[in-house]
């Protein structure tokens, strides 16, 4: 599905300037010798009934790149086929210096990876019907791509740029715009593709900064994480996304988000959010200041303790079993502590009974922590 940069080049060049295709089709599918993905290409008006045979042509295809070069044409249509590409998990592209106007970028933005170059030219306006010679809006055309933006999961800022442009205008979407409003896109550059992961958009700076602000605050007596990597990463995110949007924006952004973060710790409690959160940023490849488990590896011995120090998924379940642990020891009241604490070897016995297998390990920690849920360290 992901269009590689060793012969994407070369398929373009097939689709856009000609070479070994003759055939003109509005909508053809086109195998490449030695490409496992077979490319579809989409050119010209969008017309009546190009939904369908769209749909027709691609049945059965569990992968797809769609090249995309349309002046636009019929909103019903362009959403039938943009419906088509999403379920089928097919990915979109336009090409440098390529347009794809109106309906064409309704097409382009249901991909689940959405490839566009600085200079590709992906434009949008208002849906409108003819009425005596003159172009007035479709308020029930505006309707439907508001939904269907909506079901692709775009922010309302988004939609909005969508339709704010009049008939005869277009507003044009660059990478960085669409930085700004949340689409995620694989910016092409030759035979390079920097991906979203490379270039995040400002909803991921928004969803990380929130995440850090919860590691330094209700997840620090659970993770005991480094407090300068973690102020560090919390202040470059804070910086990044004021930057890409403004100040007043960048704060509109995140703080919807923080309510969000309360309702979770209502639902599952700060214990497993804190775990899940660390988890989240380390997916992402981000600074968690969680960097080895509750004890020094240096020391590990047994299969166990070198299983958890090589598994960095385990750090930060084995660094908060252990801060309940000492909360515990120092702070419970001394006949409840004596049970606890005999519930807590019987739990280490199971544990190293795991010995190496980090999936035993995981299974034994997700099962304790989930019994100690309801837990909260005071900070």
Known sequence: MVLGAKWLGVALGVLLYGGTITKAAE????????????????????EQGDGEKFSKL??????????????GGLVKEALQIGATIRMSGFSTMVAADQECFSACGLIWVSGVRRYMSDTSLIGFHAAYREENGE?????????????YLTHLGLRIEAIRYF??????????LTPDRARMLGIETYRVDGGNITTPSANPTVDVYADRFVSYSLLQSRCAPFLQPDPIA??????????????????????????????????????KGALLLCVETEAHLRGQGQET???????????????????LCQTPELWAKDRAMNSIYM?????????????????QRLWLKDRNNCGGDASCLNAIYDQRLNELRAIDLPS
Do not use: M
């Open 27 to 46: 909508i053809e599918k086109i195998d490449l010798p030695g490409v496992a993905v077979p490319l579809i290409s989409l050119r010209g008006p969008i």
């Open 289 to 307: 200041g969680v960097e080895g488990p509750s004890f020094p590896c240096a020391d590990a011995a047994t299969p166990t303790e070198l299983s």
């Open 230 to 267: 973690v102020k560090r990463a919390h202040e470059a995110t804070f910086a990044e996304g004021s930057q890409l949007v403004g100040g007043d924006k960048w704060i509109e952004l995140w703080t919807p988000l923080l309510d969000q973060v309360k309702s979770q710790l209502n639902e």
């Open 327 to 343: 909360w515990i020891r120092n702070n419970v009241e001394k006949s409840v502590r004596k049970r606890l604490l005999a519930v």
């Open 163 to 172: 339709t704010a442009a009049g008939p005869d205008d277009f507003l044009l």
């Open 58 to 71: 691609t049945d059965g295809l569990d992968r797809a790149s769609v090249i995309l070069k349309s002046p």
């Open 135 to 147: 172009y007035r809006e479709s308020g029930v055309a505006n309707a439907e791509i508001g939904s």
